[in-house]
């Protein structure tokens, strides 16, 4: 089935820094690509909708600025966590989607300190 | 996206079967109803999908009622590795563009 590989499983960094995450699908090409967070004992909320070679479409509350999307590829889209503060702290998944459905990441798990 | 209600959470004996409900009353005709499952820290795996007819395959069988109004997701024979939060969604097909959207979902927890 579709893979999609995310990258770093787990980063700690200072507030102030920034921390890019990356998202591949490895034996699919990927238009469309999808950014949750969820916070502990909640739900995955989507931040952001990349798409390939254009810009990414932001929800409602999403500082674009803060959380840089790059979709260059078919098969990479990167989100990078500019300037993070605690408050950045949370569970970012990536999706994209296959022929099927909807193939996730595995996670990752951003701390700030 | 139609709005899906399920139950907080379940207990379920290992080795019985886990029956997860899941209302969506306001389906449109075009939607399907997927199945999801998040076990703790990793991201979602996806279990089952259907239109109107009942769906079974390696993992599950999902049970949609003739009104579309809700619908059952069944693990036959659970294990302790099937501890994890699902998630029903409800949303067009494959061919739609669109995200999907979690609700709470169900936190099912198997028991030795």
């Known amino acids: 089935g579709a893979v999609v590989s995310q990258h770093p499983s787990w980063v700690i960094c200072k507030s102030g820094t920034s921390v890019k995450i990356e998202c591949r699908s490895l034996?699919?090409?990927?238009?469309?690509m999808f950014w949750y967070r969820q916070f502990p004992k909640q739900s995955l909320m989507l931040m952001a909708t990349?798409?390939?070679?254009?810009?990414?479409?932001?929800e409602q509350g999403v500082e674009k600025d803060k959380f840089l999307i790059n979709h260059a590829s078919l098969t990479l889209s990167t989100l990078t966590v500019t300037s993070a503060h605690p408050e950045d702290s949370s569970f970012y998944i990536c999706?994209?989607?296959?022929?099927?459905?909807?193939?996730f990441g595995s996670g990752t798990r951003l701390t700030v300190v | 996206d139609a709005k899906t209600t399920q139950p907080t959470s379940m207990d379920c004996a290992e080795g019985r079967a886990a029956n997860l409900p899941c209302n969506h009353s306001?389906?449109?005709?075009?939607?399907?109803v997927y199945w999801y499952r998040q076990i703790h820290s990793q991201g979602p795996q996806y279990i089952i999908h259907?239109?109107?007819n009942n769906e079974t395959n390696e993992m599950a069988s999902l049970i949609i009622t003739e009104d579309r109004k809700s619908s059952t997701l069944i693990l036959p024979h659970a294990t302790l590795r099937d501890t994890a939060v699902y998630y029903c969604i409800v949303r067009p097909g494959s061919g739609s563009a669109r995200q999907l959207t979690f609700g709470s979902g169900t936190q099912l927890t198997v028991l030795p």
């Open positions: 306001t389906i449109s005709g075009n939607e399907y």
């Open positions: 259907g239109l109107k």
């Open positions: 034996d699919f090409q990927a238009t469309t």
């Open positions: 990349s798409n390939e070679g254009s810009k990414a479409t932001y």
């Open positions: 999706s994209a989607r296959d022929r099927a459905g909807y193939t």
